[in-house]
């Protein structure tokens, strides 16, 4: 029976190859459905999960390794409460990403946002598979997230999403969640976006319209890049 459950776990993770290595998941098939908000409803008490094409670059987030259940090795968790999740600068360069999202009472609860091949514990929980879904509906729903009244970790790993995804769209977004009046997570949308492109970070610094803390979490990440074009227009603005 022990060896039964073995295979079972490691047949899943190969079956689920296109969503990550998923273990212990019980899955549903919905790639028919290419809108995640279309689901919420279905998956309610569940994870969403799909696909989304990530930008040059991009390291594995939560791609890692440990001894899981004596059986075989695995990284990320979608619930265990104690865990290490962010990306190594080892981590493997990935062309996609996989959205984790958990629904409850109709909102997102908590995402994961993993490399494409990254292994993922399940610990048993329903997961409804949707596969890779179009460009502007993932970015409408990752930016309907970050904007929920319940805010919280799940906006926050949607900024995250943001900054990975492989559309200039996206960097757009993050401005428009940067500047945002009475935004809470605008320093966190600053913050990625600086991730994505140091320009835009030096628009936003420059942009007076903009309020002063707005422009000073601009120039306080421009000063930590490590793109030295950014590095050289800050020094510039700051000996004038």
Known sequence: MRYLATMLILMAGHVWAQAGELYDAKVTDRTS??????????????????SLPARDGVRSPCCWKGRWNRMGEVGCAL???????????DSPLTDKVIVYAQIQQGEVARMRVVGEYC???????????????DNSVGLEWLDATARSPARGAAAESALHALAL??????????????????????????FWLGEVDGRMLLELAKDEQHSREVRRQALFWMANSEDENVVETLVELLTR
Do not use: C
């Open 165 to 190: 995804h492989g559309s200039v769209e996206a960097g757009r977004r993050l401005y428009a969640l940067a500047v945002e009046p009475d935004n809470a997570l605008s320093e966190e949308a600053i």
């Open 119 to 133: 292994p993922v514990d399940a610990a048993g929980e329903q997961v409804v598979w949707m596969g890779s879904i």
């Open 79 to 89: 619930v265990r409460k104690h865990e290490s999740y962010g990306t190594r600068s």
């Open 33 to 50: 459905v290419t809108d995640p908000a279309k689901l919420i409803k279905f998956a309610e008490g569940q994870w969403l999960a799909f």
